[in-house]
């Protein structure tokens, strides 16, 4: 009997829960040997871990004034279309569909599978198809959970968040203890420059911000946010200074317990950190780190279904995707949009090529929405905000992401070069398709129906006329009969 939208569910506590959720996942478990690959020493990957931190809280503060000052939902996308327009908004869409969300959810998904199996192979490595078996199986049951319930999702997201806090303290509490008894070995030169390679660092920064990301999770769900203006702000600022404590704190704890072979040899950091310090808990930690990995592709799953619903409701994506479920009240068709691809990343990829696949094109738009912060300040002064950040830190941030974007050309240019021609692969789709605005197919209701499934094949005027005619005709001899 009532209207359909997404209703304001989202909380305080449920977005704090959201942010935590989506930020301590597969990150902190497998991205410290990324980091201290491509740093070199101990001392510098800590001091990478602290600047991706910092530059986290930049973003976030850019991104909560960006929440008080555009109402809607959506994120990245929504803020690069209402402050650069809407070629770098579609090339934002067209690269997160095809190449940033998978790739993340991937990296996600495999991570969850192989700390799910690891107590049950050890000391081997488990097999890699039922690795990806078990990533593709938790991916599906998140996948499912979305599609029935916004509450259901919001209080699992709750749940896990508390789990994954529980999985760091089992990491931190012991490595604090063994620090305590003098065991600091392996923090020996820590800053040993022989090995650091500048033009590597941006793989280092990949990698740690990789494990923060999530910062910006509640710009997508705007809308559905109780009492915005308080909680989008409230919730950023509490839950990084959360992560970034919690994060530091691990680091050190991983390093007290494993030298820097040991790390850079492990598949599963928190696993090998376990067998050596805690094996009490031997069966224990992989299977919550798993369950965090499980936190984070729920949070990814519920976010980014509505970036597509938001441009399904902009014109820039097809109409079927702006379409709730009359009952759940849940994006149902953007939900189940990107199982394919997921699918097929997950199957065919590895790790550290998904994140440094993905990394290039986050960033890059990151850094445009951030942008688009100054240029919105810029064109409307008259605005009031209930929150405002001081402008070096949007102009910093934007800094700092693009020209990391620029030196990463140099430390992958393999990966890099498909990313970057992932995005530029969205010109000619823009310009044939969405500024046309699908020529006056758009117009007819039958051409909107038949555009939702055929939205990459738009129909020229002529062929429009006949089927509006034919139509016409089909619908005449219906009710003559």
Wanted: aromatic residues 14%.
């Amino acid at each position: 009997q009532e209207a359909v939208f997404l209703r304001k569910k989202i909380t305080l506590l449920r977005a704090f829960s959201l942010l935590i959720g989506s930020m301590v996942g597969s990150g902190i478990f497998i991205s410290p040997k990324g980091v201290l690959k491509n740093s070199g020493s101990v001392g510098f990957s800590l001091v990478v871990w602290f600047a991706c931190g910092l530059l986290s809280m930049f973003g976030a503060l850019c991104y909560a004034e960006l929440g008080t000052r555009i109402t809607k939902s959506g994120g990245h996308y929504i803020y690069i279309l209402e402050t650069l327009g809407p070629l770098p908004s579609f090339l934002f869409l067209w690269a997160e569909f095809f190449a940033i969300r998978p790739a993340n959810s991937a990296v996600v998904s495999l991570a969850f599978g192989r700390y799910m199996l690891e107590p049950f192979f050890a000391p081997c490595a488990a097999p890699v198809p039922a690795v990806k078996l078990v990533s593709l199986l938790g991916y599906y049951m998140v996948l499912t959970l979305n599609s029935w319930s916004v509450t259901w999702s919001a209080r699992l997201q709750t749940a896990l968040s508390i789990i994954k806090l529980l999985a760091l303290a089992l990491i931190i509490v012991p490595g604090m203890m063994l620090l305590a008894q003098g065991h600091t070995e392996n923090f020996q030169d820590a800053f040993d420059r022989q090995l650091l390679v500048l033009d590597k660092l941006p793989l280092a920064f990949y990698a740690g911000m990789f494990a923060y990301s999530g910062w910006f999770q509640t710009s997508f769900v705007r809308e559905e946010l109780v009492r915005p203006e308080r909680n989008i702000p409230l919730a950023v600022i509490v839950s990084v200074i959360t992560v970034i404590v919690g994060y530091m704190l691990t680091n050190v704890s991983y390093y007290t317990v494993l030298g820097t072979q040991d790390v850079l040899a492990s598949p599963a950091v928190a696993v090998s950190f376990v067998q050596r310090a805690f094996k009490s808990l031997i069966s224990v930690v992989p299977v919550l780190v798993a369950l965090s990995c499980f936190g984070t592709m729920n949070g990814g799953i519920f976010t980014f279904s509505r970036t597509l619903f938001v441009a399904s409701r902009e014109g820039q994506w097809p109409p079927l995707f702006s379409m709730i479920h009359i009952r759940r009240h849940t994006p149902l068709p953007a939900v189940m949009l990107m199982f394919p691809l997921v699918t097929a990343m997950v199957c065919i990829g590895d790790i550290y090529h998904l994140l440094n696949f993905f990394s290039f094109s986050r960033w890059l738009f990151i850094g445009l929405a951030t942008l688009g912060l100054i240029v919105h300040r810029h064109r409307h002064p008259e605005l009031h905000s209930p929150f405002k950040v001081p402008l070096f830190v949007p102009v910093s941030f934007t800094i700092i992401c693009l020209f990391t974007v620029a030196m990463s050309f140099y430390s992958d240019p393999v990966n890099i070069s498909i990313g970057c021609t992932m995005v530029l692969s969205g010109f000619p789709v823009y310009y044939l398709i969405i500024h046309r605005q699908m020529s006056n197919c758009c117009r007819s209701p039958f051409c909107k129906y038949l555009s939702s499934f055929f939205f990459f094949f738009p129909l020229s005027d002529y062929l429009t006329h006949k089927l509006q005619l034919l139509l016409e005709v089909v619908q005449q001899e219906i009710k003559t009969y």
